[in-house]
């Protein structure tokens, strides 16, 4: 089987299945093509076969891709990655060696389970490795130990040489190494770019030695998670922009690289009105130093002026079964996963959002107009370790950011595709003057992978 190519066409019970597994149902490609690739001598004959047809290609890990990069009707050939999710320590490199289709549901526990050690990646625990490295990529672990990139050593990309043949090229971040560059480029220049990520190595840069259990971070020793919610009924404009004015101040204050509250992962999610509720939540790894502290007074800042909300707490958790077995979006608004519609954007804060940006926020959260329950906005934490690197270290260029926003709209009824979205109307508003507030996401940060725009 490894030695042929695997071709999924039309006609093939496997094709629909296939068709199916990108997240967002707006979009549904029909390629001629679905490549299901084990190994990278397969990758290597797909890519190929795509260029000697003259058919465009594109590449699919976790099928987390919230925009039609790769079911977009153009895309011909799809070079299908999910079988290639092997974790392994490869002494050769001093490096955790992850395949690209693995998700973060089968890196967490392979990591966990074999060396106590984890990475700074993504919570959604369906979510492919391949683009959301290739992206940057940042979880709740990331304030303290940076974006998951920051840890990546070495990757294999199938890249096209001048003869227009497709090779497998392993590319490092040491200085000396000729394809330095295209290691670079695989730490947030996002996917489509570059070639088809198809292994990382992963060890942290301060790591020495060859013990595999001192290479990358250790696991969190617990989980803890308190949340303040809020019924809509019980904000009025004052108050609301009272709590984004609150947490992103919060954020720029903790923004710094040592500072001692990175221990603290923390989001702020306002719902539409028809939902009921906004949130606020907050983690810590209960065993570091004062992370009980800077906890307790994340929330005291936070919540500072504000009536009081319904708080809910859950202390010294199993880390692992948590992570792994988050509630996933479909089901926090109880929307059918396989119908599950979206758009979204994003934007990284510098700086506190101005007076109209958060009344455009509030306007577009509780108006009239827009009366789907999908409607959501978030700011989630950012710096901290985050912003211990240069930008020009790595391709993530954000490295200043303080917060990160975003806007999206989730439905289910296909009839609703060309009116639901209208409702992030705020998003192009709210971001109409990057250099003062925000910087748009130069990616897609949690996507497929290379060769289709993530």
Known sequence: MRDQLPEVNHGDPLYRDLQLRGKNRR???????????????????AVDAAISSGKQLAVRSGGHCLEG?????????????????????????????????????????????????????????????GGHVIGGGFGALSRLHGCISDHLYAVESVVVDANGKAKPVIATRDEGDSNRDLWWAH???????????????????????????????RRPSGYTVDSVAWKWADLDEAMFTTLLDNFTGWCER?????????????????????????????????????SGESLDAY?????????NGTKTTRDGEPW???????????????????????????????????????????????????????????????????????????????????????????????????NTWVGLGPSTEICSQPPVACRYPTTGRADAISTGRT
């Not at 200043?400 to 975003?406: I, N, P």
């Open 27 to 45: 979009f549904v490609g029909t390629p001629d093509s679905v490549y299901v690739v084990a190994d990278t001598r397969q990758v290597v004959a």
């Open 69 to 129: 990069f790769v079911d977009d009707p153009a895309v011909e050939c799809v070079i299908d990655l999910s079988r290639m999710d092997s974790v392994y320590y490869d002494p050769g490199q001093r490096a955790f060696a992850v395949e690209a289709g693995a998700t973060f549901g089968r890196l967490y526990p392979a990591l966990d389970m074999g060396w106590g050690v984890t990475l700074p990646g993504s919570t959604c625990p369906s979510v492919g490795v």
């Open 187 to 217: 730490t947030g220049g996002g996917g489509g770019n570059f070639g088809v990520a198809t292994k990382f190595w992963f060890r942290s840069r301060d790591a020495h030695g060859d013990d595999p259990a001192l290479l990358l971070p």
């Open 254 to 290: 903790n923004s710094s690289p040592n500072t001692p509250a990175a221990a603290v992962w923390g989001q702020l999610v306002a719902f539409r009105k028809e939902f009921g509720v906004v949130m606020l939540v907050g983690q810590i790894d209960p065993g570091r130093p004062l």
């Open 299 to 307: 929330f005291a800042e936070v919540t500072a002026n504000l009536p």
């Open 320 to 418: 692992l079964y948590n992570t792994i077995n988050l509630p996933d979006t479909s089901d926090a608004l109880g929307l059918p996963a396989t119908q599950l519609r979206s758009k979204t954007k994003g934007a990284y804060l510098r700086s506190s959002l101005d007076a109209a940006q958060t009344a455009t926020i509030y306007e577009h959260l509780t108006n009239e107009v827009y009366d789907r329950r999908g409607g959501v906005m978030s700011l989630v934490t950012w710096g901290g370790r985050i912003n211990a690197l240069n930008p020009r270290d790595t391709a993530i260029a954000e490295r200043q950011s303080t917060a990160l926003l975003g806007l999206g709209s989730f439905w289910s009824e296909p009839e609703e595709d060309e």
